[in-house]
């Protein structure tokens, strides 16, 4: 299985940016996907996350901002940032929980880190 990402890139603050991601290879069913990010000295933290059935799950800190939201026949999710701030200059990862076929357990991938800069 292998997670895409794409669409970061550099924005003043109160713009807006959308990521995207698609899951590719041995897939019977993706179960959560979701969107990391992590800068340089703390811990990988999650922005948002959606499952198959469209159950949200987003951070305090992108409330109101961030919309998470996902093609189940496509195996995509996207992030629909706006209002940015330099505050959330990240690396961001896209995430996703998936059950290969001919298994009985999932597995969580990660896809390439796309990096999100907001200038002041």
């Known amino acids: 299985v292998q997670l895409q990402a794409s669409g970061g890139g550099l924005v003043q603050a109160g713009g807006s940016l959308r990521l995207s991601c698609a899951a590719s290879g041995n897939i019977f069913v993706v179960n959560v996907m979701g969107w990391y990010r992590q800068v340089p000295g703390k811990e990988r933290e999650l922005v948002a996350s959606i499952t198959s059935g469209d159950s949200i799950n987003l951070a305090d800190s992108v409330k109101g901002r961030f919309t998470i939201s996902r093609d189940n026949a496509k195996n995509t999710v996207a992030l629909q940032m706006n209002s940015l701030k330099p505050e959330d200059t990240a690396v961001y990862y896209c995430?996703?929980?998936?059950?290969?076929?001919?298994?009985?357990?999932?597995?969580?991938?990660w896809g390439q880190g796309t990096l999100v800069t907001v200038s002041s």
């Open positions: 995430n996703a929980d998936v059950t290969a076929w001919g298994r009985r357990r999932s597995n969580v991938y």
